[in-house]
């Protein structure tokens, strides 16, 4: 079996200059970028997966060096709870909770806890649609140096993950992969390359 090969190539860190604005993000990307204007020192972000919730929220922690806390429905209640606490008395710099879930439905037996997340401030991005996602994929390949048909977006959309972050990683490994073989991106050439990437995925298994 021909091997992928590795894509070496050092991961852009989540920025606000690297996050692709859309009309379903634009009001969270002001919100996180202007925190001296926040009315509270805690601000959740509500969103499906392939939203940009740990983008923003990775490029929230970078610039004000506050606390993040991804997938936050998943945080045990003493750490959550105590976290408010550091962001409420000013012992960090505030803090970013993201899920995909409204509180109303997270697992929480704290009154307190639960009063603190029905009156935090809340902000819901939407998935990126497609009418969005071809720009923005199409400008991944252009800034790979990449020319690539119109067939291709469109397979790539219906085929793989439909986040920004994903999309960005397939296109450096496509790029990687193609340039080896000094092959072109054609819809054939990633399909093949999709297809063996997820037999490898189903070879490699979880380790025991």
Known sequence: MTQIPLNLRPVAQPSFNNFHVSPGNV?????????????????????????????????????????????AHWIDETSLFDAFNRALSGESA???????????????SLPDLRSRLNATPTITLSEHDEATLEPILRELFAQAGRSVGADVVVFILKNTERS?????????????????????????????????????DLLAGPVE
């Open 164 to 200: 920004v972050d994903a999309l960005r990683a397939l296109v450096h490994d496509l790029d990687i992969a193609a340039g080896s073989t000094k092959a072109d991106l054609t819809k054939s050439y990633v399909s093949k390359y999709l297809k063996q990437r997820s037999e490898d």
């Open 27 to 71: 009001a969270a990307v002001n919100m996180l970028r202007a925190r001296e204007r926040w009315s509270s020192p805690v601000l959740l972000l509500l969103g499906p997966s392939g939203s940009g919730k740990t983008h923003l929220g990775e490029a929230w922690r970078a610039k004000y060096h506050g606390e993040f806390l991804d997938d």
């Open 94 to 108: 505030g803090l970013v909770l993201a899920s995909h879930l409204s509180p109303m439905d997270w697992a929480v």
